[in-house]
């Protein structure tokens, strides 16, 4: 499996990015996987950040963003996206896209699958 995340860039504080990430791989099936957001600021661990079921139907953020972020898929695309808004300096991170079967394995921060992150800069 295969996660090709893309979107990040320079942005300034109250401003919105969309990120996206793009799956591919024989083994990778959409309807069969949760997706999921994680980022990793300057000096910090990697936190989980947003996740969505296979279907759609259940999706879970942290707290700090919720409100701000929304996830969502296009299981057609085999692609998840992550529409942030009101973006604050706090937000500046790598965020990288993730994979699995069971959503909670997502949640916990152990998902089967990693794709590589892209930058995200918010300026104040």
Known sequence: VQLQASGGGLVQA????RLSCAASGRSFSSYASAMGWFRQAPGKEREFVAAISWNGGI???VDSVKG?????RDNAKNTVYLQMNSLK????AVYYCAADPILNRIRVGAPAHW???TLVTVSS
């Open 89 to 92: 300096p706090e937000d500046t």
């Open 68 to 72: 701000r972020f929304t996830i969502s």
């Open 14 to 17: 109250g401003g919105s990015l």
């Open 115 to 117: 794709g590589q992150g």
């Open 59 to 61: 999706t879970q953020y």
